[in-house]
């Protein structure tokens, strides 16, 4: 059957005189890796089925109708209008598959929504434009941005994208979690409403802010899972990207405990080199800022001012950290930074040719003064 | 007052009213045929407008990677697209057939309330104008989506205020056109046109008038709302002041999936006016006909929260929705029985109208399927806004309604300017959109269900094939529509120069009170109301 879609699908394709070496002519839905995604899956196939039985009978005589009963072939038209008995037919037989299809589809709606007897729970953030991941149980908390080839790549039009692995389906940090465990999902945003969606475990679900919504997965086997935003949640709506990675329970332990470790290591308040700064800082700046202020530093007008040539920027140092911990009514506080972040990110946006700022100073790690104090 | 009057039978009581002179006419007319006119040009003009912004969509979908446009802009483009597509072509257009064909095919001179008329066109044509001087603003035209979701669309720069009112304008414009539309049909059928009676197309449209009727005050609501929580520090969908975003869909919701069926219900009526003349047979199952669109009517006020299956409802919500939804089935499928069945052992000619009506049942259809497959809340969990979503509201709305509109040009252009266009440009008009609309907008089921979200400006590679397809496609079918528009400027020129004559298609008089009218029919058209009308179902 595979085969065969595909044969058709290379047909079409040649037919348009087109070629491609990265041929990828998928049709259906995918089955998926849990249990929820095959059920909904199979009652895909189900209903697909259906429609195209009704379909050939539907179209098989219309189309017969217009082959046979034509003024052409000299078809006279009977004068007949109406048919209580085949009226009512075609409207009972319809409502019986109605019931047939309700019947499975109930009992998989009740399935999605158990989210009782969960062995870990972990909290989903949406926020403009990157997910927000929390561990409830072990408080392993990380961002998860597009990752940096996808976002040079999207942003500057000389890269082709075709070389990019996973273009716009990556990120800097995935969501991992262990296989055969039934894992909770809390929702909620920070701005505007996301949804989360990874086709491989059946569902998607919105991150509405302000509130709080469930569901659950258990995933079958290991393997990295890809799926995107699919709520319009702006701008950058196409670059939130969402990457599950399903390992052992073993692996997982480990995990944990590394992310656990490096989450919990103090900012490495060593100086360094100018050249550290720079690189690091525009790493900071592809994840933290790039989405508002541009690559090029030049903002959007009438939403994001430009960081090129502002004088909050190429002014007085200490203010602007002050301005970037505590934030605006507009943007948001960067208080997360760590202090070697920070002093990254803040040598780049003053130094960066790349943003048109030439400053020529630098400020390291330690002469960083927080204006709150965000330890707990 | 009498000496006024006394004073207008002086100077005009042996000859007709004609119209004025100059451009004047067009501007104070109240006149149904020149309403009518105005109208359907505006909704031309408008689906070109629209029609290029999907040229832009697609030119960016043509490869992955961002080639033309800023991401902002692309969301703008998507939302002004619809925005201007749902009220600027097709609902105007279906106005611009009901001013024209609704007084003729009850037996009526003209719309009830004509200086309502005039005015509900010149309302439509500022808000649609306001609409699109936004694009022009700081901060670009609204790009969250022509549902308008908060909180996002509350991001939207300057435009955001002069969004909303538009959107007052569109609606105080389709009320007033609805309210004509319904004081016209109860008022000024001609005697022997009992409601039983009344053409497929009169029924649909009295329906649709009630849905109007019924949401846009809702829709006006909404959005007044948002600018109130915007600019008046109210919290109705923030949640930090108490309120719910949520709730913002439910109430669009409720005004949204009225509002398709807006869209789709005259669509109904035309086929069911055109698919008899051709099938030279009276049309299968009026009474049936009219009761399944009451009865979609009345359903489409109870399923709106199937568009929010994903947003996290109780489950008995979400059941209670799957199950009305899947019911709307049952009246939608007797409607395309009745049009097999009136096929059926007919005499058929396939004519230009008559094509677009055929593409329009077998692609509505397709249409229908999806939306069945979607009904089915656990797999909408997969196919909630992504491709698949897209491809089954275009199926809905472009090889339907758009389709449907079309066929009322050819079917009617005759009529309305006494000229014949030309059949050869007209047929292959209609194999060119109808192939390459298949080749828009088919390959966008596999893109969804391959897991590409809506409303994204790039993608990742795996979906560049079908893409690329979807887009050729889509540049066909937009340059296609240029043959429409060389078809209606060449035929209201004289078209084939062919005399066309008073029912001009076969014995066409036995449908409907319009064919029993001259071509062109005169200024003002029964005067005094006709005294048989065509009874093809009795």
């Given at each position: 059957?595979?085969?065969?879609?595909?044969?058709?699908?290379?047909?079409?394709?040649?037919?348009?005189?087109?070629?491609?070496a990265?041929?990828?002519y998928?049709?259906?839905?995918?089955?998926?890796k849990?249990k929820l995604?095959?059920?909904i899956?199979?009652l895909?196939?189900?209903?697909?089925?259906?429609?195209?039985?009704?379909?050939?009978?539907?179209?098989?005589?219309?189309f017969?109708?217009?082959?046979?009963?034509?003024?052409?072939?000299?078809?006279?038209?009977?004068q007949?209008?109406?048919?209580?008995?085949v009226?009512?037919?075609?409207?009972?037989i319809?409502?019986?598959?109605?019931?047939?299809?309700?019947i499975?589809?109930?009992?998989?709606?009740?399935?999605?929504?158990d989210?009782?007897?969960?062995?870990?729970t972990?909290?989903v953030?949406?926020?403009?434009?990157?997910?927000?991941?929390?561990?409830t149980?072990?408080?392993?908390?990380?961002e998860?941005?597009?990752d940096?080839?996808?976002?040079?790549?999207?942003?500057?039009?000389?890269i082709?994208?075709?070389?990019?692995?996973?273009?716009?389906?990556?990120?800097d940090?995935?969501l991992?979690?262990p296989?055969k465990?039934?894992?909770?999902f809390?929702f909620?945003a920070?701005d505007?409403?996301?949804?989360w969606?990874?086709?491989?475990?059946?569902?998607?679900k919105?991150?509405n802010?302000?509130f709080?919504?469930?569901a659950w997965?258990?995933?079958?086997?290991?393997?990295?899972?890809?799926?995107?935003c699919?709520?319009l949640?702006?701008r950058?709506?196409?670059f939130?990207?969402?990457?599950?990675?399903?390992?052992?329970?073993?692996?997982?332990?480990?995990?944990?405990?590394?992310?656990l470790?490096?989450?919990n290591?103090?900012?490495?308040?060593?100086?360094?080199?100018?050249?550290?700064?720079?690189?690091?800082?525009?790493?900071?700046?592809l994840?933290?800022?790039?989405a508002c202020?541009?690559?090029?530093?030049t903002?959007?007008?009438?939403?994001?001012?430009?960081?090129r040539?502002?004088?909050?920027?190429?002014?007085?140092?200490?203010?602007l950290?002050g301005?970037?911990?505590?934030g605006?009514?507009?943007m948001?506080a960067?208080?997360?930074?760590?202090?070697?972040?920070?002093?990254?990110?803040?040598t780049?946006?003053?130094?960066?040719?790349?943003?048109?700022?030439?400053?020529?100073?630098?400020?390291q790690?330690?002469?960083?003064?927080p204006?709150?104090?965000?330890?707990? | 007052m009498?000496?006024?009057?006394?004073?207008?039978?002086?100077?005009?009581?042996?000859?007709?009213?004609g119209?004025?002179?100059?451009?004047?006419?067009?501007?104070i007319t109240?006149?149904?045929?020149d309403?009518?006119?105005?109208?359907?040009?505006?909704a031309?003009?408008?689906?070109?407008v629209?029609?290029?912004?999907?040229m832009?969509?697609?030119?960016?979908?043509?490869?992955?990677?961002?080639?033309?446009?800023?991401?902002?802009?692309?969301?703008?483009?998507?939302?002004?697209?619809?925005l201007?597509m749902?009220?600027?072509?097709?609902?105007?257009?279906?106005?611009?057939?009901?001013?024209?064909?609704?007084?003729?095919m009850?037996?009526?001179?003209?719309?009830?309330?004509?200086?309502?008329?005039?005015?509900?066109f010149?309302?439509?044509?500022?808000g649609v104008?306001?609409l699109?001087?936004?694009?022009?603003?700081e901060?670009?035209?609204?790009?969250?989506?022509?549902?308008?979701?908060?909180?996002?669309v509350?991001?939207?720069?300057?435009?955001?205020?002069?969004?909303v009112?538009?959107?007052h304008?569109?609606?105080i414009?389709?009320i007033m056109?609805?309210i004509?539309?319904i004081?016209t049909?109860?008022?000024?059928?001609?005697?022997?046109?009992?409601l039983?009676k009344?053409?497929?197309?009169?029924?649909?449209?009295?329906?649709?008038a009630?849905?109007?009727?019924?949401?846009?005050?809702v829709f006006?609501?909404a959005?007044?709302?948002?600018?109130t929580?915007?600019?008046?520090h109210?919290s109705?969908?923030?949640?930090?002041?108490?309120?719910?975003?949520v709730l913002?869909?439910?109430?669009?919701?409720?005004?949204?999936?009225?509002?398709?069926?807006?869209?789709?219900?005259?669509t109904?009526?035309?086929?069911?006016t055109?698919?008899?003349?051709?099938a030279?047979?009276?049309?299968?199952?009026?009474?049936?006909?009219?009761?399944a669109?009451?009865?979609?009517?009345?359903?489409?006020?109870?399923?709106w929260a199937?568009?929010m299956?994903?947003v996290?409802?109780?489950?008995?919500?979400?059941?209670y929705?799957?199950?009305?939804?899947?019911?709307?089935?049952?009246?939608?499928?007797?409607k395309?029985?009745?049009?097999?069945?009136?096929m059926?052992?007919?005499?058929?000619t396939?004519?230009?109208p008559?094509?677009?009506?055929?593409?329009?049942?077998?692609?509505?259809?397709?249409?229908g399927?999806?939306g069945?497959?979607?009904?089915?809340?656990?797999?909408?969990?997969?196919?909630?806004?992504t491709?698949?979503?897209?491809?089954?509201?275009?199926?809905?709305?472009?090889p339907a309604?758009?389709?449907i509109?079309m066929?009322?040009?050819?079917?009617?252009?005759?009529?309305?300017?006494?000229?014949?266009?030309?059949?050869k440009?007209?047929?292959?008009?209609?194999?060119?959109s109808?192939?390459?609309?298949?080749i828009l907008?088919?390959?966008q089921?596999?893109?969804?269900?391959a897991g590409?979200?809506?409303?994204?400006?790039d993608?990742?590679?795996?979906?560049?094939?079908?893409?690329?397809?979807?887009s050729?496609?889509g540049?066909i079918?937009?340059?296609s529509?240029?043959?429409?528009?060389?078809i209606?400027?060449?035929?209201?020129?004289?078209?084939?120069?062919?005399?066309?004559?008073?029912?001009?298609?076969?014995?066409?008089?036995?449908?409907g009170?319009?064919?029993t009218?001259p071509?062109?029919?005169?200024?003002?058209?029964?005067?005094t109301?006709?005294?048989?009308?065509?009874?093809?179902?009795?």
């Open positions: 059957m595979k085969k065969a879609k595909q044969l058709f699908a290379s047909m079409i394709f040649m037919t348009l005189g087109l070629g491609s990265h041929a990828d998928t049709l259906n839905l995918m089955e998926g849990t995604s095959h059920d899956y199979d895909h196939m189900l209903i697909l089925w259906i429609c195209v039985f009704i379909g050939i009978g539907v179209f098989g005589t219309m017969y109708s217009i082959y046979h009963h034509r003024k052409s072939k000299g078809h006279k038209a009977e007949f209008h109406e048919n209580t008995t009226e009512i037919i075609w409207t009972i319809p409502t019986i598959i109605l019931v047939a299809m309700a499975p589809a109930t009992k998989a709606m009740l399935e999605i929504n989210v009782k007897e969960a062995e870990m972990i909290k953030t949406g926020k403009q434009w990157y997910w927000d991941y929390e561990y149980d072990s408080g392993v908390h990380f998860s941005h597009l940096e080839g996808s976002e040079r790549a999207h942003r500057v039009s000389n082709d994208p075709k070389t990019v692995p996973h273009y716009l389906l990556n990120v940090k995935p991992v979690v296989i465990k039934k894992i909770r809390v909620t920070a505007v409403i996301h949804s969606w990874v086709p491989d475990l059946g569902w998607k919105d991150a802010p302000g709080i919504n469930e997965t258990s995933v079958d086997e290991p393997g990295i899972y890809r799926g995107q699919t709520e949640c702006g950058d709506h196409g939130m990207p969402i990457v599950v990675i399903a390992m052992d329970q073993a692996s997982y332990d480990a995990w944990t405990k590394d992310t470790a490096k989450q290591a103090k900012p490495d308040l060593a100086d360094q080199t100018r050249e550290q700064l720079m690189a690091k800082g525009e790493s900071v700046y994840r933290n800022c790039v202020h541009q690559i090029d530093g903002g959007i007008s009438g939403h994001f001012p430009a960081l040539g502002s004088a909050k920027v190429t002014g007085p140092i200490d203010p950290i301005f970037l911990q505590a605006t009514s507009r948001p960067f208080s997360k930074l760590k202090d070697d972040e920070l002093a990254q990110l803040i780049y946006i003053r130094n960066a040719p790349a943003l048109g700022n030439k400053v020529g100073d630098e400020i790690p330690n002469k960083i003064t204006v709150y104090d965000d330890e707990e | 009498s000496a006024v009057i006394a004073e207008h039978d002086d100077h005009h009581d042996d000859h007709d009213h119209p004025a002179k100059g451009l004047l006419r067009w501007i109240t006149n149904h045929k309403i009518g006119t105005l109208y359907l040009l505006f031309l003009a408008m689906f070109f629209g029609g290029a912004m999907a832009v969509i697609r030119a960016e979908l043509f490869e992955p990677g961002l080639q033309f446009v800023d991401p902002q802009f692309f969301n703008s483009m998507t939302t002004m697209h619809a201007v749902v009220f600027g072509a097709v609902m105007p257009a279906f106005v611009g057939l009901a001013n024209w064909m609704i007084p003729m009850i037996g009526a001179p003209d719309m009830a309330l004509p200086r309502m008329n005039n005015m509900s010149w309302l439509l044509v500022a104008l306001l699109a001087s936004t694009l022009f603003m901060g670009g035209a609204p790009a969250g989506g022509w549902t308008l979701y908060p909180p996002l509350l991001q939207t720069g300057k435009a955001f205020p002069f969004a009112f538009s959107v304008l569109l609606g414009s389709s056109g609805a004509n539309i004081a049909i109860f008022n000024m059928r001609a005697p022997a046109m009992t039983m009344m053409p497929l197309f009169v029924w649909t449209w009295l329906i649709t009630f849905l109007l009727i019924a949401i846009m005050p006006a609501g959005v007044t709302m948002l600018l929580d915007k600019f008046f109210t109705f969908f923030d949640a930090a002041g108490g309120g719910d975003p913002y869909q439910h109430i669009f919701w409720f005004f949204g999936h009225p509002e398709v069926y807006v869209m789709i219900l005259p109904f009526g035309v086929a069911s055109i698919i008899p003349v051709f030279r047979k009276p049309l299968f199952g009026y009474a049936s006909m009219v009761y669109t009451a009865s979609i009517a009345f359903l489409s006020f109870i399923v199937h568009h299956f994903t996290g409802m109780p489950i008995a919500g979400e059941l929705f799957m199950y009305a939804t899947m019911l709307i089935a049952i009246p939608t499928g007797v395309v029985f009745n049009w097999t069945a009136t059926w052992k007919g005499s058929m396939f004519e230009t008559m094509l677009f009506s055929i593409a329009f049942v077998v692609l509505f259809t397709m249409g399927f999806t069945l497959m979607m009904s089915v809340a656990p797999v909408d969990f997969q196919y909630h806004d491709y698949f979503i897209v491809a089954h509201f275009h199926y809905t709305l472009v309604s758009v389709f509109l066929a009322a040009g050819y079917f009617w252009l005759p009529k309305w300017t006494g000229h014949m266009y030309n059949e440009i007209g047929q292959l008009h209609f194999w060119l109808a192939i390459s609309v298949n907008f088919f390959p089921h596999f893109l969804g269900l590409m979200p809506r409303r994204i400006p993608y990742a590679v795996q979906f560049a094939d079908w893409n690329m397809i979807s050729i496609g540049f079918f937009g340059v529509q240029l043959l429409f528009l060389w209606v400027i060449d035929t209201i020129k004289g078209g084939t120069g062919e005399k066309v004559s008073d029912e001009v298609w076969e014995d066409a008089k036995k449908h009170l319009e064919w009218l071509s062109p029919p005169p200024y003002h058209t029964f005067t109301p006709p005294t048989e009308i065509p009874t093809e179902h009795f």
